[in-house]
């Protein structure tokens, strides 16, 4: 199964197969893979694997090497990554522990020369095992990791490097010893005496034996069942939660029961018993008292608790959601709503350790008053946060009783009388803590914790994103507000309204600006521009095109020379950004305009009485482009009351509208806008925009009373 191997290579993948087999049995691990490391940008490739299910194995093929995944961590840490229990791989690793929400240990190591490193490999065994790997356990995995580099190094010194195609071998377990006939005719016997009905699947669900009661019972034959997955003879069973069920006892070595109902309504109770070759089945029906749908329960019995299909479906929504949360708002609003309700939380703080305290930088459900005891409690005392904060460890009281036996000393005054506190955790680091309250005292069983520690951990990741991405938005907006003018110069006879409006969201600083120059007693220049990009880089190229205009423009070149002088330092700067640009000087004794543009937006005019028009000025070349690129100047009338608009792009584009139209469209709107409070037009065209980029906006009045 798997890649094909050339006869060069052929005696290696031979040699890698073999000490990964070896490797398992010495550990007594169940499962195993090797991972290669290959491509650009660099990812680990599985190359064979042992005890995987070929369901499971295909989204694990391929793994980023920046992926939050032990066999990744392995590769960037250049050390063995042990993870005993799915509670720390949730901490450590959520995104793995939501795709493969299974109970395992699992350890990973490098595979490194002198000379590079090829890649990884990991082991799995059941979570029941020691917490620690033994001396041995250690000796063979190190053992192993230098014999399958030797391999590898090997195979690539002799002209035969090992190349994943996507496609990994898969290793057969070792089976049990094949029993004698008489054995087998007497376990025949035995299963055919009993009412149970017993099936055998391998690891990939297809039937190896059944027995006619169970055939019965499926409604179909032996015949039919052997030889093929069983989901596909009983088409009924083709439910991702009985195949989750059978997936979790493969990976967990646990044994494992749930129900499932036939087409005829009758329903079947199935018990899961793994080994590392398959799954034994054991089928009875359902007493007739037992409630309809039970898919996904637990073996073990006694403790309520949430289906296993309701927890992942709000994993998968939730993990979706948080990679698109900006700020910690979002982050807040979604564990509102896609962890609150599941669970039964009425109350919820988010906390973040700063400066020896605890400081609370979201909830919900709690009343203000509380949130401020508790926002800036000390580390230096014992509390359950504290504890937290300290050992990454989640903590979970189910009672009152609870917590005040763990912290005598500690009154969680909350009015809530059950608690969990989950570590906020990025990259072994705890940051904080968020804390869930209940009204009403309740058990937390193993699989409520676990699941848990796995949100808690994509809480972490996404928090600690929007906490960076706050700080960033306010820089941001702070270096922004800086760069634009303060305050534009009092000119009589001229009113001015200026708008710099931010895009909604999630697009950072923008390279939008615009400016007013006083040149004399009746002349300035007004400008306006757009720096490509929406970054730090696009912003301090914003300033110094500023800059660069206001120095020209003050020395009396003309609006042409100004963006000609502007375009040859961006060219001297080298920069990969370009930058629109119009520049208009406007004389208020002769009452009139003079234009220069460099492929920006053309400005609207609109003359006292009458409907606005477009100026229509040559669009030179965007700046930084061209060294040589010429402006040519227009001049155009200004008489008292016409109102002039200059805008960026945000303020008409929009997808799929064309932009002469959009154009037309502003004109209108500024032809029908108020007539006398130019703050007011302003607010009319910022009404119509699309708000899908950041919106630079500079109008501009010419007062009758100008002379």
């Known amino acids: ?69 032990p066999v990744a961590a392995a590769v960037r840490q250049g050390r063995l990554v042990w993870v005993p229990n799915p509670q720390e791989l949730a901490c450590r690793f959520p995104g793995t522990a939501l795709a493969f929400p299974y109970s395992f240990a699992t350890a990973s190591a490098p595979l490194h020369s002198d000379s590079r490193m090829w890649g990884s490999w990991i082991l799995l065994w059941p979570a029941e095992r020691p917490s620690e790997l033994s001396e041995s356990e250690l000796d063979v995995i190190s053992a192993t990791s230098e014999r399958l580099a030797a391999i590898l190094e090997q195979a690539d010194d002799c002209g035969h490097p090992l190349r994943p195609t996507g496609e990994p071998r898969a290793l057969t377990p070792v089976a049990p010893p094949m029993p004698d006939p008489y054995e087998a005719v007497a376990a025949a016997g035995y299963l055919e005496r009993l009412r149970d009905g017993s099936v055998a699947l391998d690891l990939d669900g297809v039937v190896t034996f059944a027995s006619p009661t169970a055939a019965d019972l499926l409604g179909t034959t032996v015949a039919h069942l052997l030889g093929t997955p069983l989901w596909e003879t009983a088409t009924w069973l083709k439910d991702p939660a009985f195949q989750d069920r059978c997936r979790a006892a493969v990976v967990g070595q646990q044994v494992a029961s749930c129900s499932a109902r036939r087409p005829d309504g009758h329903e079947l109770e199935f ?299 961006l060219m001297d700067l080298d920069t990969d950004l370009f930058t629109s640009c119009l520049l208009i000087y406007f004389d208020l004794r002769l009452r009139t305009l003079c234009a220069a543009n460099a492929g920006h937006p053309l400005p609207l005019l609109r003359p006292p009485n009458m409907p606005a028009e477009v100026i229509d000025i040559p669009a030179g070349l965007l700046l930084g482009i061209d060294a040589d690129a010429e402006y040519a100047t227009v001049e155009v009338p200004f008489p008292p009351g016409a109102v002039l608009a200059l805008y960026t792009d945000g303020l008409i584009e929009a997808p799929g509208v064309d932009l002469d139209e959009a154009i037309d469209g502003l004109a209108e709107y500024l032809t029908s806008a108020p007539r006398e409070q130019l703050q007011q037009i302003a607010g009319t065209l910022l009404d119509h925009a699309p708000h899908t980029d950041d919106i630079a906006l500079l109008l501009l009045q010419h007062r009758a009373n100008s002379t």
């Open 1 to 69: 199964m798997g890649g094909h191997a050339d006869e060069g290579t052929l005696p290696h993948t031979s040699a890698l197969d073999e000490a990964l087999a070896q490797a398992a049995r010495d550990t007594g691990a169940h499962i195993g893979a090797v991972y290669l490391l290959t491509g650009s940008p660099q990812v680990l490739v599985m190359e064979t694997e042992i005890g995987l299910p070929t369901q499971i194995v295909k989204p694990w093929t391929t793994v980023r090497l920046d992926a939050g995944a």
């Open 271 to 569: 018990v899961l018993h793994p080994d590392p070759t398959g799954l034994s089945l054991r089928i009875t029906p359902s007493p007739a008292d037992l409630p309809a749908q039970r898919l996904a329960r637990s073996a073990s019995a006694g403790a309520s608790r949430l289906p296993r299909a309701d927890v992942f479906y709000n994993f998968l929504h939730m993990a979706a959601a948080m990679t698109r949360a900006l700020n910690v708002r979002e982050v807040v609003d979604l564990i509102a709503v896609h962890v609150m309700p599941v669970f039964k939380a009425q109350a919820m703080a988010i906390m973040r350790a700063e400066s020896g305290r605890m400081r609370i930088v979201g909830s919900h459900g709690y009343c203000p008053e509380v949130l401020d005891r508790f926002d800036g409690q000390t580390l230096a005392a014992p509390s359950p946060a504290e504890q937290v904060v300290r050992t990454g460890e989640p903590a979970f009281f189910a009672d009152r009783d609870e917590l005040r036996q763990a912290f005598p000393e500690t009154a969680q005054d909350d009015g809530m009388s059950a608690w969990a506190f989950l570590p906020l955790t990025v990259s072994d680091d705890t940051f904080g803590v968020c804390t869930l309250a209940f009204d009403h005292p309740r058990p937390f069983t193993a699989e409520q914790c676990a699941t848990l520690n796995t949100l808690a951990g994509l809480m972490g990741q996404a928090l600690d994103r929007a906490l960076l991405y706050d700080t960033k938005d306010r820089l941001a907006h702070s270096l922004q507000t800086s760069l634009l003018p303060g305050s534009l110069p009092d000119m009589p006879g001229l009113e001015v309204a200026a708008r710099y409006v931010p895009a909604t969201r999630g697009v950072g600083i923008g390279g939008d600006f615009y400016d007013l120059i006083r040149l004399n007693e009746t002349t300035a220049a007004a400008v306006i521009g757009d720096v490509q990009g929406h970054n730090m880089t696009a912003a301090a190229l914003m300033g110094q095109v500023r800059t660069a205009i206001h120095a020209h423009a003050a020395v009396g070149a003309s609006p042409g020379d100004v963006l000609q002088h502007t375009n040859r330092l």
